[in-house]
C-alpha cells in the first residue's frame, strides 16, 4: 500500500507561483510514475504533469512553460512548480502515484487564482 499526501495549495494573484508537493509513502519501491493532475468544479480530472521512472516529462499544452515536475527520490516526494499561473489554473490538485499496475492517489490540495 502507498500512501500520498499533497500539500503547498493556497491562494495566489494572477502571475504568481505555487509549489507543490507529493510525499509518498509505505510501499514505495519501483515506482513507475508520479503524476500531477487538477479538477475543476464541474468538470473532468485532467493530467497537468507526468515524470515516469526514468525521468521522461510530460506536460499538455495548457502548462508547458509554466509547469515544472520533478522528484526527489531521497525523500520520495515530486514537487509541481507552477509559474505565471493564471485564473484558469484554479482547481484542486491532486497527486498519483504508480507502482506495478496500481495508481494510488491523494486527498489534493486547492489552488485558487485571483484576477
Known amino acids: 500500500q502507498v500512501q500520498v499526501v499533497e500539500s503547498g495549495g493556497g491562494l495566489v494573484q494572477a502571475g504568481g507561483s505555487l509549489r507543490l508537493s507529493c510525499a509518498a509513502s509505505g510501499s514505495i519501491f519501483s515506482l513507475n510514475a508520479m503524476r500531477w493532475y487538477r479538477q475543476a468544479p464541474g468538470k473532468r480530472r485532467d493530467l497537468v504533469a507526468s515524470m515516469v521512472s526514468g525521468g521522461t516529462t510530460y506536460y499538455p499544452d495548457s502548462v508547458k512553460g509554466r509547469f515544472t515536475i520533478s522528484r526527489d527520490a531521497t525523500k520520495d516526494t515530486a514537487y509541481l512548480q507552477m509559474n505565471n499561473l493564471k485564473p484558469e489554473d484554479t482547481a484542486v490538485y491532486y497527486c498519483?502515484?504508480?507502482?506495478?499496475?496500481?495508481?494510488?492517489w491523494g486527498q489534493g490540495t486547492q489552488v485558487t487564482v485571483s484576477s
Open positions: 498519483s502515484v504508480v507502482r506495478g499496475v496500481t495508481t494510488y
